[in-house]
């Protein structure tokens, strides 16, 4: 398994254990770089030491911020789906490199992690 593979893998694990994520803002908002399909990504990571990683990198201006699983769910995925932007998930190394899906895909995945039946639009 690749590495992006492997932290998508542990971000799915771990959020759905600790039903908690992690995202990095500052004043003007956050950071949502070009996916590698052209459009912007909205990352979030898994826990607080990977995102305190990312905002370091970012710039010191930029804090950490915790989000309830169940409010990501039901609030900011369908937010990013209606403004067209892909899920960055665990973003690490130095470029904050990493995979990103789409949101119906996030919650396919999600629910596969909560042993719940396939999400479904």
Do not use: C
């Not at 949502?32 to 995102?51: C, K, M, Q, V």
């Not at 209606?82 to 895909?105: A, C, M, P, Q, Y």
């Amino acid at each position: 398994m690749s590495a992006s593979g492997a932290q998508a893998s542990a971000f799915f694990r771990e959020v759905s254990q600790h039903r908690i994520l992690w995202w990095v803002r500052d004043d003007q908002g956050s950071p949502t770089p070009p996916s590698d399909f052209g459009r912007s990504a909205f990352p979030y990571w898994s826990s607080e030491a990977r995102a305190q990683r990312a905002a370091a990198l970012w710039g010191s201006q930029f804090r950490v911020m915790s989000m309830p699983l169940d409010h990501w769910r039901n609030a900011a995925l369908p937010d990013l789906a209606k403004d067209d932007f892909r899920v960055g998930i665990n973003w690490s190394g130095r470029r904050l490199t990493g995979w990103d899906f789409t949101v119906d895909e996030v919650l396919n995945r999600l629910a596969h992690a909560l042993g719940e039946p396939p999400y479904e639009r």
